[in-house]
């Protein structure tokens, strides 16, 4: 049990619990069919007053910020082709994400942006320039999710036969994370921006510092294109769980989201991450963690029983194996609905079982029932009730846990992320375990307390242009 969790529990105030929302610039996210249902809207996904109406309910509901996935591919392994995906909707059409980012932001005043961007296929210094872009745009409240990819078919079509290995792709993303720090927090010192009218001096050149990166992967010689924006540095997202996911996680990520549909697995989850940024030199309480989960509630126990039966009709299986089948690297299409994945000998087959069987490890899946099980919110917890029996367990998981809020799927847009903001919230809000009103500053400031700055202590602020060895390197 973290520490965290115990100071909960010792009579000291209870820990507020943070929501996100889990989105993604598409019909189907994480509830394969669900696109179907008579009340959702998810196909208005290419409407730009779709995404103002949610971003304005999300801030009416205190969300921390809205999270949106991305994927440069198509899930293209069941049945060794995309034909599935595209027939029902699975992540494709996609859109940009980052897009999405100024016509939210200029509808709302507090609410942040995280954004997914895979940068094994996005050159450092261009990207390092769009994300200060928005940076600027949003008045400090954009967030970047760092992740490495992972379908062959986004290689394939940005000219590589197929990803980099995993430690590779981590190896990259190492430097690539070296190079974006020079350019976001060593190229322009404070002040270096005069806007002198009188003298007719707007930047002062002796402030402003080429990086001179040369590394295995990258070469950038200049200085950052763009002057410093209120958090210079996005505030840091992150979801990788594998053991070099984790040292990553621990040195880099200010916000990491886990998902797991047991208790016991998310707080060990919580627990290594922790640990991992101990060891990268900061502090367990450097990072906020968010846990994957789907609330599905109403006024009565009764009317939120029904309300999940009725979204459980709408799942759609082979929708939701194309979809597992992408995650997995597994062609579901070639077994049985009712085999039992046990019977699977591949890597990627056992890593998908040990997700399942995580609450019940005597339990022996079926194809069909893993499909059923990730049709409603991906592979987080589904949680079902009127508000006094969804705030009851999100105290529960929030207190044995030891994860500071949740990154909230839905079932269906918006009405998923409506039921919270009108029932859930209020509840919560009257148990003194959520925010009333927003912190002031940027969306680092709003999370931490602690300034629109990068912490002192995180890595990227030891780093030097004149080639010592930098406090990131030695980790």
């Known amino acids: ?20 929302a889990f989105q993604m610039n598409t019909v189907g996210h994480q509830s394969p069919g669900l696109w179907t249902h008579p009340r959702d809207t998810s196909h208005r996904y290419t409407d730009p007053e779709h995404w103002v ?24 392994v069941y049945q060794a082709s995309a034909d599935a995906a595209l ?4 992540q494709v059409p996609l859109n940009d994400p980052l897009a999405l980012v100024p016509l939210m932001a200029q509808a709302t005043t507090h609410l942040g942006f995280g954004v997914t961007c895979a940068l094994t296929y996005e050159h450092p210094y261009s990207f390092a320039r769009r994300i200060s872009t928005l940076d600027h745009l949003t008045r400090g409240r954009i967030g970047w999710n760092i992740v490495t990819g992972y379908l062959d078919s986004a290689a394939r079509n940005l000219g590589m036969d ?92 200010e916000c990491i989201f886990v998902s797991a549909p047991a208790r016991h697995i998310v707080a060990r989850y919580v627990q290594e991450l922790r640990a991992a940024a101990v060891a990268a030199g900061r502090t367990a309480c450097d990072v906020r963690i968010y846990a994957q989960a789907l609330l599905i509630t109403a006024p009565t126990e009764a009317e939120a ?40 000998d591949t890597e990627a087959g056992r890593t998908a079982l040990a997700s399942f069987s995580a609450a019940d490890p005597d339990r022996k899946w079926t194809v069909r029932e893993a499909a059923q099980f990730i049709g409603l919110g991906g592979r987080g917890p589904v949680i079902v009730g009127n508000p006094a029996q969804v705030a009851d367990q999100l105290e529960a998981w929030l207190d044995e846990t030891g994860i500071d809020g949740f990154n909230l799927a839905f079932a269906l847009a918006h009405e998923s992320m409506r039921d919270v903001v009108d029932q859930v919230v209020p509840e919560l809000q009257r148990r003194g375990r959520y925010q009333k009103e927003y912190a002031a500053g940027s969306l680092r400031n709003k999370l931490f307390g602690k300034g629109d700055r990068l912490d002192v202590a995180h890595p990227a602020r030891g780093i030097s242009l004149r080639g010592q060895r930098s406090r990131m390197k030695q980790a």
């Open 162 to 253: 197929r990803q980099l290995g995993h430690d590779e792709r981590y190896d990259v993303a190492e430097e690539y994370m070296e190079v974006v720090y020079k350019l976001w927090e060593h190229s322009w010192e404070d002040g270096a921006v005069l806007r002198d009218k009188e003298r007719g001096v707007f930047t002062d050149p002796s402030k402003v510092h080429s990086i001179a990166h040369h590394g295995r992967h990258y070469r950038v010689p200049g200085f950052h294109l763009c002057e410093p924006s209120p958090q210079r540095t996005p505030l840091l997202y992150q979801a990788g769980t594998s053991g070099r996911g984790k040292a990553f996680a621990g040195r880099h990520a």
């Open 53 to 76: 109406e949610l971003a304005r309910l999300l801030e009416r509901g205190g969300f921390d910020g809205i999270f949106l996935a991305d994927v440069l591919g198509v899930y293209d």
């Open 1 to 20: 049990m973290s520490s965290l969790a115990d100071r909960g529990r010792a009579g000291a105030l209870p820990r507020l619990i943070r929501f996100n």
């Open 87 to 90: 027939r029902h909707g699975i």
């Open 305 to 344: 029983v029904e309300k999940y039966e009725d979204y459980k009709r709408h799942i759609d299986i082979e929708a939701a194996l194309a979809l597992l089948s992408g995650w997995t690297g597994v062609d579901f299409s070639r077994h049985a609905l009712d085999d039992t994945i046990e019977y699977m």
